[in-house]
């Protein structure tokens, strides 16, 4: 794996948290921590009518040997800031390396040796440890019972405005959507909490 030196181009520090500090860099080992890498000179065409590696951004997180791939999410990058969500990992830390244009960028471009980092750890996995009933008919309410890292849904309410709070997004149950809120008077259905939430299947099917 080469590495080249492109003018311009450098690699601050990567973080979990929007506008976070390098030691803020830890996540889920089950994937899909939104990670914010920040620097200069990264490739701003990532729309190209004519997608190509030699018109935007990629990101990989490597460990000795392995390399995985960094799902990019365009829609947040700029010159200065790229973000993508991090596959299932090992638990462990992982150098986190740019590409530009096709083109990996030399660790001799970041701020710091280890300025660029990822750490994956099971701690910081959302679990369910119960979901009841197991069994009923469709549109019910189902109670999940967990460790959600979480107690937060839309960043309106009170504690859950700021970026280094997370939010759940949303809830599915066999790819059909469990909704949090009732529709009729937009209010949840219970209190949420980090541990404990209820849900509506909406689901027709049995």
Known sequence: ????????????????????????????????????????????????????????????????DNTYDCQMHIEKVTDTQLTC????????????????EGNLIDLSQHTYPNS????????????????????????????????????CYLREFDGCSGSDVPVISRIYVGGQLCNLIDPDGGVYYSNLNSTQLTCRFESNEV
């Open 1 to 64: 794996m080469f590495s080249v030196v492109i003018d311009a181009t450098t690699v601050s520090h990567a973080t979990t948290i929007k506008g976070g500090s390098r030691e803020q860099n830890t996540g889920s080992s089950e994937g899909g921590t939104l990670l914010w890498v920040y620097g200069t000179g990264f490739a701003q065409n990532a729309f190209s009518e004519v997608p190509s590696k030699n018109t935007s951004n990629s990101v990989k997180l490597t460990k000795g």
């Open 85 to 100: 969500y991090t596959p299932a990992l090992p638990p462990g830390q992982y150098i986190v390396r740019v590409y530009v």
């Open 116 to 151: 660029a980092t990822f750490r994956s750890t099971q701690s910081n996995a959302p679990r369910i440890t119960q979901i009841l009933p197991q069994a009923g008919l469709p549109q019910r309410l189902i109670r999940l019972y967990g460790y959600f890292k979480s107690k």
